[in-house]
């Protein structure tokens, strides 16, 4: 591992110990996905008596949770939640983020969404002035993959095709590349608009409320 990654690592450590303090007693948790969500998840047993469970936004994290003895529920079972903690491929400084790097977008969305409150944890490698240069994911039917990626075309990106990957949900992924997003609202809108689409990855209409970059909160 370069000394970039191990500072990197630090700095998500540091982020997922910092997102411990948002959490009350009796509270069930919505859980990202990702090496950063895994290091919450990991902080999260030092507390696990405190909360009266989890819900996951994918089935890897459910995993992690379920043999750490963590008590995993389904989101239809809990209606909102008060908290919900994830990481993401890049944040602006208004909090707009692109998420689904590893591929769960669609689920953390849902989490999200039904959340009172999304705090973000992240290094600081991820705060940037414009969204884009990290491939924004959109997840989608796989029979509309051709649509879609001529709709991404009109949209001005460049969609490359996730290949040997599958959703949770059972659908594709594709990235979009070479597109510097400077209005993620109405880019946002845009691609939610293109039939086939089930998801984008940017969290932009709802942006996160907090953002934890190392021991930084912004
Ligand atoms: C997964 C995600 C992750 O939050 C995002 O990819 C960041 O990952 P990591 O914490 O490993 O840097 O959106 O779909």
Redesign the pocket.
């Known amino acids: 591992m370069t000394s970039k990654q191990q500072n990197q690592n630090r700095q998500?450590q540091q982020a997922a110990t910092l997102a411990l303090d948002y959490i009350e007693s009796s509270m069930i948790v919505g859980i990202?996905?990702?090496?950063?969500?895994?290091f919450f998840i990991d902080e999260l047993v030092k507390i696990k008596a405190k909360i009266d469970g989890t819900v996951a936004?994918?089935v890897a994290s459910a995993d992690r949770l379920k043999n750490h003895g963590i008590r995993v529920l389904e989101l239809n079972e809990v209606g909102s939640l008060p908290l919900y903690v994830?990481?993401?491929?890049e944040s602006n400084k208004s909090l707009h983020l692109i998420?689904?790097?590893?591929?769960?977008?669609t689920r953390?969305k849902i989490v999200a969404s039904s959340s009172d409150k999304f705090v973000c944890i992240?290094?600081d490698s991820?705060l940037v002035s414009c969204l884009g240069d990290f491939p924004l994911?959109v997840e989608c039917i796989p029979m509309a993959q051709s649509y879609v990626a001529r709709q991404i075309v009109k949209l001005g990106g460049q969609p490359i095709l996730r290949e040997n990957f599958i959703t949770d949900n059972g659908n594709i992924i594709i990235d979009i590349h070479n597109m510097q997003i400077s209005e993620p609202v109405s880019m946002e809108t845009a691609l939610n608009q293109v039939t086939g689409v089930v998801t984008c990855?940017l969290f932009a209409i709802k942006p996160a409320d907090v953002l934890i970059l190392g021991n930084q909160i912004i």
Do not use: V
Not at 32 to 38: H, I, K, P, Q, R
Not at 99 to 105: F, H, S, Y
């Open positions: 998500k990202g996905t990702g090496s950063t969500a895994n936004s994918s994830d990481g993401a491929d998420k689904g790097g590893g591929g769960a977008l953390e992240a290094d991820k994911p990855g």
